[in-house]
């Protein structure tokens, strides 16, 4: 098992695994696909993390680094798109993902990581809580568009 940066040649395999995620995610172009992801290379705040068994994409996430003015300016990390393969979740393959996106925020001098999940994905949260998320000191809110 490696984990490492998604790259170019990675796209197409982490777009079939964000099906897995909401089947909304079917049916971005090649060209808009390369349009975001050049725009996403170009942040140094955004790593996008993937885990390879047999060189395929079997977990992913990104993680975002928010520049933040208070916490004595330390920066706020934020995780997004958690997703692992089906066949291979239960293996310690999401934890593992979720060990390095931690240690990236941690390198990168954050006060805190945050994340959200959707409110029926109960054996998520359990996940989440395991690793030391506290789903108990905030309260997320956002508007959909």
Not at 31 to 37: D, F, H, R, T
Not at 53 to 61: A, H, P, V
Not at 78 to 100: A, C, F, P, S
Request: aromatic share 8%.
């Amino acid at each position: 098992m490696e984990i490492r940066e998604i790259t170019e040649n990675d796209l197409n395999a982490l777009m079939e695994l964000y099906i897995q995620l909401s089947p909304t995610n079917i049916g971005l172009s090649d060209e808009k696909k390369q349009i975001i992801w050049s725009e996403i290379q170009q942040n140094k705040n955004i790593t996008y993390l993937g885990v390879f068994e047999d060189n395929q994409l079997i977990s992913s996430c990104f993680v975002a680094i928010i520049p933040n003015l208070t916490n004595q300016g330390k920066s706020i990390g934020y995780i997004e798109n958690v997703i692992t393969d089906v066949n291979h979740r239960r293996k310690g393959v999401g934890k593992k993902l979720m060990q390095k996106a931690i240690e990236i925020a941690q390198e990168n001098n954050c006060c805190k990581i945050f994340l959200e999940s959707g409110i029926s994905r109960v054996e998520a949260h359990k996940f989440y809580k395991s690793m030391g998320f506290d789903d108990t000191n905030k309260k997320a809110f956002n508007i959909r568009f």
